[in-house]
């Protein structure tokens, strides 16, 4: 067993560094856990929301790795703005957690991944990749990939937090053919063949999003992730150039695949969708531009698709992050009639 620690990667998850220490060791992962302290059910999980400061001492003793760096391997490095509400102390009040993360923009469960990024470092992901903002890998020119090649499946993250190496979707084709109730997908992740980026605006607005991620935004950067946030929600095809744009972003809007997204509760979920959004949010947010000016254009755009409807944007959702509570553009689109806020519960 080799007993050397490895060292994070930069921006790398907790969740990430944990399981590829355990690969490393050759342990499984609970024996690690076990070892720094981590193994009571959902301690990892909790870990990776928020590290408290006992936790990060014991770690940093175990493996010498700087309380600072564990800490940004959390998703308290993005509570000031992209998860705004995050709890305080989410190892003593689960539920808590569980009420901020229901409804907070955040992937907790379905995962997105770059193939070859995982190639290249041998499936350690970075944090960023929890959040619907990460939208396309910089580096590669790709979107970021959801759903298994082979069976269009979503792709969870596993246990402890663990990126799974192939899908584990179950295929219904098969089972139904040969009866077997176990039968897996298992093709795996880092094949995929990802959608490459063709316009280098789609990357630009991804480098905006890092900036305004990372702490250090203009007021810019600020009304466009707030403006992305809403768009997410409402873009559709009409709102898309036919020229200079990325075509793949119109064809998807256009799909049944893309359409389909509209009617669930969390259309966030597609890089695709948050891609055109931000591409329409940019556009939108020409200079001097006021939140009226922005909601009346939203609103003459959206005419064009015949909703008389307003879009309902779940209250939980906008108190905890999925629209950037304050968010002056809501407040705009409700008055206008746009959105309505309103309780998908009742």
Same mark, same amino acid.
């Given at each position: 067993? /080799?007993?050397?620690?490895?060292?994070?990667?930069?921006?790398?998850?907790?969740?990430?560094?944990?399981?590829?220490?355990?690969?490393?060791?050759?342990?499984?992962?609970?024996?690690?856990?076990?070892?720094?302290?981590?193994?009571?059910?959902?301690?990892?999980?909790?870990?990776?929301?928020?590290?408290?400061?006992?936790?990060?001492?014991?770690?940093?003793?175990?493996?010498?790795?700087?309380?600072?760096?564990?800490?940004?391997?959390?998703?308290?490095?993005?509570?000031? /703005?992209?998860?705004?509400?995050?709890?305080?102390?989410?190892?003593?009040?689960?539920?808590?957690?569980?009420?901020?993360?229901?409804?907070?923009?955040?992937?907790?469960?379905?995962?997105?991944?770059?193939?070859?990024?995982?190639?290249?470092?041998?499936?350690?992901?970075?944090?960023?990749?929890?959040?619907? #903002?990460?939208?396309?890998?910089?580096?590669?020119?790709?979107?970021?990939?959801? =759903?298994?090649?082979?069976? @269009?499946?979503?792709?969870?993250?596993?246990?402890?937090?663990?990126?799974?190496?192939?899908?584990?979707?179950?295929?219904?084709?098969?089972?139904?053919?040969?009866?077997?109730?176990?039968?897996?997908?298992?093709?795996?992740?880092?094949?995929?063949?990802?959608?490459?980026?063709?316009?280098?605006?789609?990357?630009?607005?991804? =480098?905006?999003?890092?900036? #305004? @991620?990372?702490?250090?935004?203009?007021?810019?950067?600020?009304?466009?992730?707030?403006?992305?946030?809403?768009?997410?929600? @409402?873009?559709?095809?009409?709102?898309?150039?036919?020229?200079?744009?990325?075509?793949?972003?119109?064809?998807?809007?256009?799909?049944?695949?893309?359409?389909?997204?509209?009617?669930?509760?969390?259309? #966030?979920?597609?890089?695709?969708?948050?891609?055109?959004?931000?591409?329409?949010?940019?556009?939108? @947010?020409?200079? /001097?531009?006021?939140?009226?000016?922005?909601?009346?254009?939203?609103?003459?755009?959206?005419?064009?698709?015949?909703?008389?409807?307003?879009?309902?944007?779940?209250?939980?959702?906008?108190?905890?992050?999925?629209?950037?509570?304050?968010?002056?553009?809501?407040?705009?689109?409700?008055?206008?009639?746009?959105?309505?806020?309103?309780?998908?519960?009742?």
């Amino acid at each position: 067993m /080799n007993d050397a620690f490895l060292q994070p990667l930069a921006d790398e998850s907790l969740a990430s560094w944990v399981n590829a220490m355990a690969r490393h060791r050759e342990v499984e992962t609970t024996t690690l856990l076990r070892d720094l302290h981590l193994h009571r059910d959902g301690a990892l999980s909790m870990a990776q929301a928020r590290l408290s400061e006992p936790v990060a001492r014991r770690v940093r003793r175990r493996t010498g790795v700087d309380e600072a760096v564990l800490h940004e391997m959390t998703l308290s490095r993005y509570s000031g /703005n992209a998860l705004p509400h995050l709890p305080l102390t989410p190892w003593t009040d689960s539920a808590a957690v569980e009420q901020w993360s229901s409804s907070a923009w955040l992937s907790r469960h379905r995962a997105r991944w770059c193939a070859p990024c995982l190639r290249k470092n041998n499936f350690r992901w970075p944090l960023r990749w929890m959040l619907p #903002w990460t939208f396309a890998c910089l580096e590669h020119r790709l979107y970021l990939a959801t =759903e298994c090649i082979r069976c @269009l499946s979503p792709v969870h993250y596993g246990r402890h937090s663990t990126l799974p190496q192939s899908c584990d979707a179950r295929v219904d084709e098969r089972r139904h053919t040969h009866g077997y109730d176990d039968e897996r997908c298992e093709y795996p992740i880092a094949l995929h063949r990802p959608l490459p980026v063709t316009d280098d605006s789609v990357l630009l607005h991804q =480098e905006r999003i890092n900036t #305004w @991620l990372e702490g250090s935004p203009t007021s810019g950067d600020r009304q466009f992730a707030s403006l992305t946030a809403v768009m997410v929600m @409402l873009v559709t095809p009409a709102m898309m150039r036919r020229r200079g744009e990325d075509p793949a972003l119109l064809c998807h809007l256009r799909s049944r695949r893309g359409l389909g997204l509209t009617q669930e509760r969390a259309p #966030w979920t597609d890089p695709l969708r948050v891609a055109a959004a931000a591409s329409v949010a940019s556009r939108l @947010l020409s200079p /001097n531009a006021s939140a009226s000016d922005v909601a009346r254009r939203i609103e003459d755009m959206r005419s064009l698709d015949y909703r008389e409807s307003p879009w309902r944007l779940d209250v939980m959702e906008w108190a905890y992050g999925s629209t950037l509570r304050p968010n002056p553009y809501v407040d705009e689109l409700v008055r206008r009639g746009v959105i309505s806020i309103g309780s998908f519960g009742h």
